[in-house]
């Protein structure tokens, strides 16, 4: 089918008109899209059934990634990719008329996921399967992903997304595979025929999970692994007083992606999907690992389940129950095989990020496993006592169950053999302060993995010219075996080679260029420097102290006629949580500050500011490889990886950032000629207090250029905005400022400065743009997923020829 062009045509025609019943010229592209789709999605079966067979027979030891978000974006670009299919594709699809491009825009993303650690999920998919590691995703199947995001007058308007409406390509219902979530009820008693205390769940109201598969397919491989995403419907129930409620509220579980926020609404809810998730998967990893082995206390021997975050952590006492309930093991020798088979990633240091749930609403919702929760709080707390006897400060802080609460990471630590966080610094962080009581107690269970991004999606689909300048110079090698592009730090001093890099980058900025005019009705200096802050939008990335440095020019330059830096357009991506009012209002200010400087001729030559509305997967892969500086200037300490730094630095910008996060790393492997490293160190800011204090109000009065742009807030700058930023004022002046912008602001600017300076140098400019994309190479999701391979998982690839 994908053998050669015409015989590619050939099908393609064929199908489209059987498909469709229309002649190939009155074909709609979406037509187009879902026949091609249908054709890829067979052209992998064989494989993918090939795979599972290996998966049933073999000893190998399976990896199940438990993610409550799978942030896939387009899946069609990069199977062609991955299935090495794209040449004919284009070529095929060319003669008959049609932009391959054009026809992948048709499919709507997978957005089921919020930002970094979805989006990371979805990375380390497209990296198992590519290196062969038998890898299995368990995800819910949201009917809504991610909101999509309007900007109307500048403000954020919310609509429901509807990735599922025209039918979706990629994935396989599997009924007859369903299990049964129960909820509700009440827990009895009893003693069985040998004597024994057994507990039954009695009076449950029983949710469907249905399984719907999505195919991973590996670059190069045979390998095509399974993302399974469980559908909420309602259960055969014999009678129900009120079916029509019973079925909505069924439905309910599977029809929201929340969003990340700090609201209560919901609670119950979120609960009931995180143990729907837990449940169905628990259940049928079980079922293969049965079919192939008897003995349960050898299941740590055959499978690793991994829980991203502590959203999915009732897989801790959901394996107890099975082990329990089901195997009837002794407590002791159950423990030892869920502590062995489940480990734990650590996403976030900001305790109000940790997840604790009410004692009142788990109990009656999940009545054994709160039983079994209770119990696992009990033996920690009385091995704590014996360890710390009289200590009951630290007991209590440490205690899975305290204040009616359930705390999700305490159970994380203690139910699991190994936590890691996601870059050095925030494992070090965690270490020496966040969880540094349970590394006391555990120092052996704390590991590093520094995040990755499959170069795959982020470079070789999304960046192609990048992609064939590289190959040109190094040969493809490093395709599957990225360090390799350090081989190209050799042509930093070619002039030739950073010429045609000069070509590529202009070439991407036009595209993007024609997509902000597009959108946004902007018309940008292609000239100018491209500098770009995208992701969620959140008070300590500090989006505002990129807002406030906007300012602070425009003033400057209004003031000052000579004073004409270097032309630059700053260019914002960002959702924020429908409940967050101060994250909205910071996009409300950069809309505000972009209708005031885009329209003031005096200086819009050299200042432009553009907010692109609902950033996501599909628009980001535009937006990188046009980018020539990456904002990464969270507080330092806050941000515990970041993955966007990555994906600018493969694509060739410079970092201007803060030592925080994976922006660390970066900084260790380009050398501080070749990144922009500004503001508080995490030491720096987690020992303020003891360092004298804070006091934002000081700066305010001592900086004349904070004092003039942040009486702007407030005092009418900005037409019809009364009152509107008062909160961004208040949360600078009267609540002193919690995340250090005022603090970082001088060093902010002192530094943009510098990025300014060497951009006069293009040449140089270049030669840091060669030396980002040559270090790369440890920032591939390849790398990070081998290491929890080995480290964690213990499983190994199981090998399949290459195709071709
Ligand atoms: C919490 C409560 C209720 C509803 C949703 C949430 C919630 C959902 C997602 C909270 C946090 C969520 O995500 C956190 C996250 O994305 N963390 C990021 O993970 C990335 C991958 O490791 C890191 O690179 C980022 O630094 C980190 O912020």
């Not at 807002?547 to 330059?557: A, C, D, P, S």
């Not at 357009?569 to 959702?575: E, P, R, S």
Request: glycine share 6%; with cysteine.
């Amino acid at each position: 089918m994908f053998d050669n062009k015409e015989q590619f045509k050939k099908a393609f025609l064929s199908k489209l008109e059987m498909s469709v019943g229309k002649s190939f010229e009155e074909t709609s592209p979406q037509d187009q899209y879902h026949v091609l789709g249908n054709m890829i999605r067979e052209y992998i079966s064989t494989n993918w059934i090939k795979t599972n067979q290996v998966y049933h027979s073999t000893e190998a030891k399976q990896v199940y990634y438990l993610s409550i978000e799978f942030l896939l974006g387009r899946i069609m670009g990069s199977n062609i990719l991955n299935l090495g299919i794209g040449d004919v594709v284009e070529e095929g699809l060319r003669d008959l008329g049609i932009s391959l491009d054009d026809l992948e825009s048709n499919e709507p993303d997978s957005a089921l996921g919020n930002g970094g650690l979805g989006r990371l999920a979805a990375c380390f998919m497209d990296s198992l399967a590519s290196l062969d590691l038998p890898g299995h995703g368990c995800g819910i199947r949201y009917k809504h992903g991610l909101f999509e995001q309007k900007i109307v007058n500048g403000v954020q308007v919310e609509y429901p997304e509807l990735w599922l409406q025209n039918g979706q390509v990629w994935e396989v219902r599997k009924s007859d595979l369903s299990v049964e979530v129960p909820f509700w009820g009440k827990v009895e008693s009893f003693e069985d025929e040998q004597g024994r205390l057994r507990f039954r769940h009695r009076d449950a109201e029983p949710i469907m999970a249905v399984p719907y598969d999505i195919p991973v397919v590996g670059y190069q491989t045979e390998t095509v692994n399974t993302l399974r995403l469980w559908n909420a419907e309602p259960a055969n129930v014999p009678f129900h007083d009120d079916i029509m409620r019973y079925k909505r509220e069924t439905e309910m579980v599977s029809e929201f992606l929340y969003p990340d926020d700090a609201e209560d609404s919901g609670k119950i809810l979120r609960l009931k999907q995180q143990y729907f998730l837990v449940r169905a998967s628990l259940n049928s990893i079980l079922n293969s690992f049965r079919k192939k082995q008897k003995d349960i206390r050898e299941l740590p021997n055959y499978v690793s389940i991994h829980i991203n975050d502590t959203h999915p952590v009732l897989a801790i006492p959901e394996l107890m129950r099975i082990l329990l309930d089901e195997e009837m093991l002794p407590w002791e020798e159950a423990w030892d095989i869920t502590v062995q088979t489940i480990s734990y990633t650590n996403h976030t240091t900001l305790s109000e990020a940790l997840e604790k749930w009410p004692v009142r609403l788990f109990q009656p919702l999940l009545p054994r496993i709160y039983m079994i929760v209770e119990e696992i709080n009990e033996r920690f707390c009385k091995e704590l006592w014996e360890r710390y006897p009289g200590q009951w400060q630290r007991i209590e802080d440490m205690a899975i169950i305290a204040h009616d609460q359930v705390k999700m990471a305490h159970l994380a630590l203690v139910g699991t053999h190994s936590t890691n966080g996601v870059a050095y610094l925030h494992t070090e962080i965690l270490k020496k302060r966040e969880m540094n009581n349970f590394y006391e107690i555990f120092p052996e269970r704390f590991n590093n993995k520094t995040n990755g991004i499959t170069h795959r999606r982020w470079l070789m689909k999304s960046n192609p010219a990048l992609t064939g300048l590289i190959t040109e110079s190094i040969g493809d090698k490093w395709k599957v075996e990225p360090p390799l592009l350090k081989e190209l730090e050799h042509y930093k001093d070619d002039a030739a080679f950073l010429e045609q890099l000069e070509k590529v980058k202009h070439e991407n900025k036009v595209k993007l260029a024609e997509r902000i005019f597009q959108q946004n009705q902007i018309k940008v200096n292609l000239d100018s420097i491209f500098d770009v802050q995208v992701k969620r939008l959140h008070a300590y990335k500090r989006q505002l102290l990129n807002v406030l440095h906007i300012m602070y020019l425009y003033n400057r330059m209004k003031e000052d006629p000579s004073f004409r830096p270097h032309p630059r357009t700053f260019i914002f991506g960002a959702k924020a949580s429908p409940g967050y009012y101060y994250a909205k209002k910071i996009i409300k200010l950069i809309n505000t500050v972009a209708e005031k400087v885009n329209n003031d001729k005096t200086t819009n030559d050299y200042l432009k500011v553009v907010f692109l509305e609902n950033y996501r997967v599909s628009l980001a892969e535009e937006i990188f490889p046009a980018a020539e500086v990456s904002e990464q200037i969270s507080t330092a300490s806050k941000e515990a990886s970041g993955t966007g730094n990555m994906k600018f630095m493969m694509n060739g910008a410079l970092t201007i950032g803060t030592m925080d996060g994976a922006n660390v790393e970066i900084f260790e492997r380009v050398g501080k000629d070749n990144i922009f490293i500004f503001g508080m160190t995490s030491e720096e800011v987690m020992n303020y207090q003891a360092n004298g204090g804070y006091h934002s109000s000081e700066y305010y009065m001592l900086d004349r250029r904070i004092h003039e742009a942040v009486n702007q807030l407030v005092n009418g700058f900005f037409p019809n905005t009364n009152g509107m930023f008062d909160v961004i004022y208040d949360s600078l002046l009267i609540e002193n400022d919690q995340y250090f912008v005022l603090r970082d602001f001088d060093s902010y600017v002192k530094t943009q400065e510098k990025v300014s300076n060497a951009y006069q140098d293009k040449k140089g400019w270049n030669k840091s743009s060669v030396v980002n994309i040559a270090n790369s190479g440890f920032f591939s999701s390849d790398r990070t997923i081998t290491e929890y391979a080995n480290d964690i998982w213990h499983v190994k690839p199981v090998n399949s020829p290459i195709i071709k």
